[in-house]
Nanobody
Framework: QVQLVESGGGLVQPGGSLRLSCAAS????????MGWFRRAPGKEREFVAH????????YYAASAKGRFTISRDNAKNSVFLQMNSLKPEDTAVYYC?????????????????WGQGTQVTVSS
């Protein structure tokens, strides 16, 4: 069993930055791919970013490309999401996930574990 705990969410003004963290416990997640999804108010959950097990390859949603950066630290059993140039439409609950799917973006039903989510609100 793996527990994922997100942190780093909060209220930020448009154009600001936040860094989300997700710490895993229960077992090493070095053999998993890791990623972030989000659910905005009144919308379905959507993919944001994904990072592979090896070589650090990454995938981003079009809305995140160029503004968000995903990274991982296997020694800390953690994944991070640096979010810059935030927009009001980035307001959502952000969820950390891990998966066995490699070399492509996993579907939600292919994600083995989910965190409880952290709220990000972008507003002036």
């Amino acid at each position: 069993q793996v527990q994922l705990v997100e942190s780093g969410g909060g209220l930020v003004q448009p154009g600001g930055s936040l860094r989300l963290s997700c710490a895993a416990s229960g077992r090493s997640v070095s053999t998993y791919t890791m990623g972030w999804f989000r659910r905005a108010p009144g919308k379905e959950r959507e993919f944001v970013a994904h990072i592979g097990r090896t070589y650090g390859y990454t995938y981003y949603a079009a809305s995140a490309k160029g503004r968000f950066t995903i990274s991982r630290d296997n020694a800390k059993n953690s994944v991070f999401l640096q979010m810059n140039s935030l927009k009001p439409e980035d307001t959502a609950v952000y969820y950390c996930t891990i998966s066995r799917v490699d070399y492509r973006i996993p579907r939600e039903d292919e994600c083995d574990y989910w965190g409880q989510g952290t709220q990000v609100t972008v507003s002036s």
